[in-house]
């Protein structure tokens, strides 16, 4: 069973402006989640991660931000650039089934 | 940062053969290894799960027979694509996990098999 989802498949961003893509979970006992960023055929990248005992964990451009009551976490990109146009994706770190992947498109 | 290589980058195959793929963690050892395939277009489906010296844990819908996986080293692991046919053809790809409790998961490049 899925037990981390992304909901939005796909995302476009103007170049600059913020990217903001979300991850959702179900079990309360997750606490340490792993973003990946993903080009095609290649293998995905470590971004940043984050653990329950934070609630944002902040890395250059990159930050996650996860409200544990709503089990949600995000990954905002800001300003974002073309190049980070990939699929991303979260996991939880002792899960590893990833979400099915955000799509992110930034427009130059 | 950590590296994970995989060999063959590549391969090609008729149907009904049987194909390994390599992973292996270049300059640490991995005491758990992760097998992916993604289709096109779709997410990262896992596979299995190899610990290092005993049996890997499949996937549910993930045919044990057909896809044999061994980790007989802290930095080896190899999937085989038993009596392979078209519709595994799929990019595959590892990872790998140090023994820390908070190390971060590293992923292989990625190997793309096409089944003729």
């Known amino acids: 069973d899925q037990q981390v989802k992304q909901n939005s498949p796909s995302l476009s961003v103007q170049e600059g402006r913020i990217s903001i893509l979300n991850c959702d979970y179900t079990n309360s006992m997750f606490d340490y989640f792993l973003w990946y960023k993903k080009y095609p055929a290649e293998g995905p990248t470590f971004l940043i991660s984050i653990s329950s005992i934070k609630d944002k964990n902040e890395d250059g451009r990159f930050t996650v931000f996860l409200n544990k009551s709503a089990k949600h976490l995000s990954l905002h990109i800001v300003p974002s650039q073309p190049g980070d146009s990939a699929v991303y994706f979260c996991a939880e770190r002792d899960d590893m089934r990833f979400g099915a992947g955000t799509r992110l498109t930034v427009k130059p | 940062g950590a590296v994970v290589s995989q060999h063959p980058s590549r391969v090609i195959c008729k149907s009904g053969t049987s194909v390994k793929i390599e992973c292996r963690s270049l300059d640490f050892q991995a005491t758990t290894m992760f097998w992916y395939r993604q289709f096109p277009k779709q997410s990262l489906m896992l596979m299995a799960t190899?610990?290092?010296?005993?049996?890997?844990?499949?996937e549910q819908g993930v045919e044990k027979d057909k896809f044999l996986i061994n980790h007989a080293s802290l930095t080896l692991s190899t999937l085989t694509v038993t009596s392979a046919h078209p519709e595994d053809s799929s990019f595959y790809i590892c990872?790998?996990?140090?023994?820390?409790?908070?190390?971060?998961?590293?992923f292989g490049p990625g190997t793309r098999l096409t089944v003729l």
């Open positions: 190899s610990n290092e010296g005993s049996k890997a844990t499949y």
């Open positions: 990872s790998a996990r140090t023994s820390g409790s908070r190390d971060t998961q590293y």
